[in-house]
């Protein structure tokens, strides 16, 4: 028997094997070293639903379970994308596999340990020994980030990564991402770049390109893309970002192909199966959309990567079907899901808007349409986000689509055209979900155009040196449209031109509540949930969860991190 020189005696631990032989053997030496608790499981499914409601301080893995579609990597990457894995909880992947490709799939994914079987328990005793060495070597910058102290744990990824300290390129990566986060891409790339040049690694070439798009540099991202992708053709992230870059720049069907690839490669992938579906749906065919919205329920109903905005697509699909029942499949599926949450008032929109579509469903116009006048009441409050936005449109489309003339639908859709079309991308999506009467769709584009003037206009007036003047017009017309992106101009002004401007500290003042006013800024608009920035680490914040063996307690429940009612920023994210 292995003994441990640590204590394990607080510790928890899940065994993931669909062999029963191989997982009682692994229970067995993590019991021998002392572990208290050790849980199973026969499928990754079945693991993820576990960790999606509970904190371990280790989990073994297997990578290759014959009968279920979703592999051990499959599980490590949905869990990492969507922050259901802590710094914390030590991963390690053990299989017969030792292909090269299967090998360096398991170094891409930075794991814990990957272990071969069979495998002795001393060789088992060791990787968690080493696992629990690189945790402590980097607590101080795993508390600075779940305390959200980003800039002090920034500074100590780069003394680490400058100083070749222990884990100095796991250090680096974590660096560049709080500097993603901190909105230095600039210096984001530079580290970056620094780690391509002492190691080639896949990840940090993705994150240049990562940096390159959240500094705007589209065309530059996408050549590094492509540069990436050609050396390796299977790497599911790049594609991702690649998706996400093509959206950007508006080439919408080379986005809808490089989704789908990412998809392909990662069948087993709620977040991109559904990234696809809804990518789909925004491009207009229906049926298809259809298809792998109803796929993805039936995949990730039950789990929380799954986003309720694909019933709400779903349910506008089988309202053009004609199909009543799926459609009350859906707000009964909607329903359920707002019994677990009843204090999500996102979910309770989303329900809202079924129900509108249900009754339109039925022919009863005149309750659908009094539940869209009271949706149209709300364009302005701060609570009405993107993701509202687009639903309302949509049902509004459906609305004038069979011929129901509402006198005030045409100034809501401007009204809601100058509060959110501040860029080409963010624009489409609307007309897109305005696809059932294209003269919305139209008028969502004028409205762009508009607010795309009155940036332009104070431009050349801070450029002719008058930043009193291009703020005041940026406030004015900010408190007009609630446009963030005007009132984020405003503000980037007047830090840049503050000792210019005499009543700068009045305007701040001025802007700061019109930021409140129009809730959260949107910039760019993508399909799918993006709880990650594909090819990065998560970075999970807030109620904190540290392992046994630095805090000598026995884990949160459920209740204790669950996740807060945040709604998304985009439809479907």
Request: proline letters at 4%; glycine letters at 6%; one cysteine or more.
């Amino acid at each position: 028997m292995a003994v441990l020189d640590y204590d394990l005696s607080k510790c928890s631990a899940l065994v993931v094997d669909g062999n029963p032989t191989s997982r009682s053997i692994l229970v067995s030496q993590l019991r021998d070293f002392g572990v208290a608790s050790v849980a199973q499981a026969g499928r990754a499914v079945d693991a993820r639903r576990q960790l999606e409601y509970r904190t371990f301080d280790f989990v073994l893995c297997e990578q290759h379970f014959p009968n279920d579609a979703m592999s051990g990597q499959d599980l490590l990457d949905d869990l990492r994308r969507n922050q259901l894995l802590p710094f914390s909880t030590v991963f390690i992947m053990i299989t017969a596999e030792a292909t090269y490709s299967k090998v360096a799939e398991a170094a891409e994914s930075a794991l814990d340990g990957y272990m071969l079987k069979p495998h002795k328990a001393t060789h088992l005793s060791e990787r968690l020994a080493s696992a629990r060495t690189r945790k402590g070597a980097l607590q101080d910058i795993f508390t600075a980030i779940e305390d959200e102290r980003f800039e002090d744990a920034a500074h100590l990824c780069l003394e680490r990564f400058e100083s070749r300290g222990p884990f100095w390129l796991y250090a680096a990566r974590v660096g560049a991402e709080l500097l993603l986060r901190l909105e230095r891409p600039a210096e984001a790339q530079v580290l970056y770049k620094a780690v391509v040049a002492a190691k080639t690694l896949p990840w940090a070439k993705l994150g240049v390109a990562r940096a390159q798009l959240d500094a705007g540099q589209l065309n530059q991202a996408t050549t590094t893309l492509e540069k990436l992708l050609g050396e390796d053709a299977g790497y599911a992230d790049a594609y991702d970002v690649m998706g996400r870059a093509q959206f950007e720049l508006g080439r919408f069907d080379k986005a809808l192909e490089t989704y789908k690839m990412a998809a392909t490669l990662t069948p087993s992938s709620i977040s991109r199966v559904q990234n696809l579906a809804m990518m789909i749906y925004y491009a207009g065919d229906l049926e298809s959309a259809e298809k792998l919205l109803d796929q993805t329920t039936r995949l990730g109903l039950e789990s929380k990567m799954f986003d309720a905005q694909t019933l709400v697509m779903l349910a506008f699909t089988r309202l053009a079907s004609s199909d009543r029942r799926g459609l009350q499949r859906c707000l009964d599926d909607l329903l359920r899901l707002h019994e677990r949450d009843e204090n999500s008032h996102r979910l309770q929109r989303l329900v809202a808007v079924v129900e509108a579509l249900n009754l339109i469903q039925q022919h009863q116009f005149a309750k659908s349409v009094d539940t869209v006048r009271a949706m149209t009441g709300a364009v302005r409050e701060p609570h009405f986000d993107f993701e509202s936005a687009g639903n309302l449109i949509a049902l509004m489309a459906q609305l004038s689509a069979k011929a129901i003339q509402l006198n005030e639908l045409e100034q809501t859709i401007d009204v809601i055209g100058r509060r959110f079309c501040s860029n080409r991308s963010l624009t489409e999506l609307l007309a897109a979900s305005a696809a059932a009467h294209p003269p919305y769709a139209e008028r969502l584009r004028a409205t762009q155009a508009q607010v795309l003037e009155y940036a332009e206009t104070a431009m050349s007036l801070s450029l002719k040196g008058d930043p009193t003047h291009a703020v005041k017009n940026l406030i004015l017309h900010g408190r007009d449209t609630l446009n963030p992106r005007l009132i984020d101009n405003a503000f980037q002004l007047l830090q840049k031109h503050n000792a210019k401007i005499p009543s700068a500290t009045e305007l701040m003042a001025e802007v700061k509540e019109l930021k409140s006013r129009c809730g959260s800024i949107v910039n760019r608009g993508s399909p799918g949930e993006q709880k990650r920035q594909a090819g990065g680490l998560v970075l999970r914040t807030g109620k904190r969860v540290t392992p046994a063996y630095m805090k000598q307690e026995h884990p949160p429940s459920p209740a204790d991190t669950a996740d807060t009612d945040t709604a998304p920023v985009i439809p479907g994210i």
